[in-house]
């Protein structure tokens, strides 16, 4: 799960696909294409929106999004067109960018829609993200 600064939008999804999925058999990770939050805990709404959805993401830290991850591993979904777009720049070869995906084509293919950013909104723009992550990642189990 990859968005910019790895600490709204993707800690969010990687909680909430974690959460649904059995740890033995998958690896859910996030990161960001930037490096601006390396190290850090998601942001405190993140943290607190998961955990009213019984889901706990504060003992996360920011990653960078790095070309190994491409070899790590089978799914790398990206959470609005722009890092997309940075992903696939790192990307070396059509195995690559065939892994990479824009999470919300889960619920709508072929319409390339974003994740919006709830950084700079409140709280109730985190809830919004939870929700839209929610039901793509519901999408993404009925596929694995």
């Not at 829609?113 to 519901?138: H, I, K, S, T, W």
């Amino acid at each position: 799960m990859v968005c910019l600064g790895n600490i709204c939008r993707s800690p969010l999804a990687e909680g909430i696909l974690a959460s649904k999925l059995d740890s033995e058999t998958f690896l859910v990770q996030s990161a960001g294409t930037s490096n601006y939050h390396i190290g850090e805990k998601p942001d405190r709404r993140s943290i607190s929106t998961a955990k009213k959805h019984g889901i706990d993401i504060s003992n996360q830290k920011a990653a960078q999004f790095t070309v190994n991850d491409f070899d790590t591993y089978d799914l790398i979904y990206a959470m609005d067109n722009s890092n997309y777009q940075n992903i696939i720049k790192l990307s070396r070869n059509a195995q690559d960018r065939k892994k990479v995906k824009l999470i919300l084509t889960e619920l709508h293919p072929n319409e390339n829609l974003d994740v919006p950013d709830p950084y700079y909104g409140g709280e109730q723009g985190f809830e919004n993200v939870f929700r839209m992550l929610d039901e793509a990642c519901n999408q993404l189990i009925e596929k694995l």
